[in-house]
């Protein structure tokens, strides 16, 4: 079926350790985003990409590594996960924006925790 | 200063009544969208309605409708005969289509609805 995956669903892992988030989608959107959602915080942009091999930083990239080498993949890598880390991550796609309606279309989420 | 301010972090209604989730954004952009999404306890978003910056009538879609106050800033969702199955998050988002923004989505820290029986 057409639309955007996330896996894994649910993770756990430990400080230290290397995790990726993998992101799918079969709409070939141009633009894919990553969002973390934190209580109190709403939703963050952590990095977004408007092709492939064309990525920059969002709000809070820090601790994060993304790549898109192609259109309908957009890994997000946590190279040292921290604690702080921990967090419901949301990967998202949208076709080129305009100026009409094109709103983002969503994952299902990835809860991850850090231990 | 937040871009995007949702001053209702909870809100009640009853089932069948009418209840509006408050939306104030801050741009200079003349050109911008403004969305509302909804995240049930499941937890996946889901688009409700769009509303350009641009449009001269405020935007609906079913029970749903967009409140636009260009002057003011706001842009406050409106749900008219609420059901059980309205219970849920609602976060308000902006996109500023212009000023190197590349179009990336600013969300409010979002509203919790809940529908009384």
């Known amino acids: 079926d057409a639309g955007i995956t996330q896996s894994p669903r649910y993770k756990i892992t430990e400080t230290g350790r290397q995790v990726t988030l993998m992101c799918h989608q079969t709409w070939s959107h141009s633009y894919m985003f990553w969002y973390r959602q934190d209580l109190g915080h709403g939703l963050r942009l952590i990095y977004y990409s408007a092709a492939a091999d064309i990525t920059d930083k969002g709000e809070v990239p820090d601790g994060y590594v993304v790549s898109r080498s192609k259109t309908e993949n957009f890994p997000l890598t946590l190279e040292s996960a921290t604690r702080s880390q921990t967090s419901v991550y949301f990967c998202a796609s949208s076709v080129i924006p305009g100026t009409g309606n094109s709103p983002l279309h969503f994952g299902n989420g990835t809860r991850l925790t850090v231990t | 200063a937040q871009k995007i301010t949702q001053t209702q972090p909870g809100m009640f209604v009853q089932e069948k009544e009418a209840v509006t989730l408050d939306c104030t954004y801050d741009?200079?952009?003349?050109?911008?969208?403004l969305f509302w999404y909804k995240q049930p306890s499941s937890g996946e978003m889901i688009f409700l309605i769009y509303?350009?910056?641009?449009?001269?009538q405020n935007a609906t879609e079913g029970r749903y409708s967009l409140n636009f106050q260009k002057a003011r800033k706001s842009a406050n969702l409106v749900i008219s005969a609420s059901q059980l199955g309205d219970s849920a998050m609602y976060f308000c988002?902006?996109?500023?289509?212009?000023?190197?923004?590349?179009?990336?989505?600013?969300f409010g820290k979002g509203t919790l609805l809940t529908v009384n029986p």
């Open positions: 988002a902006m996109r500023e289509n212009s000023g190197g923004s590349n179009y990336k989505l600013t």
């Open positions: 741009t200079s952009d003349p050109s911008y969208g």
């Open positions: 509303q350009g910056s641009y449009d001269q």
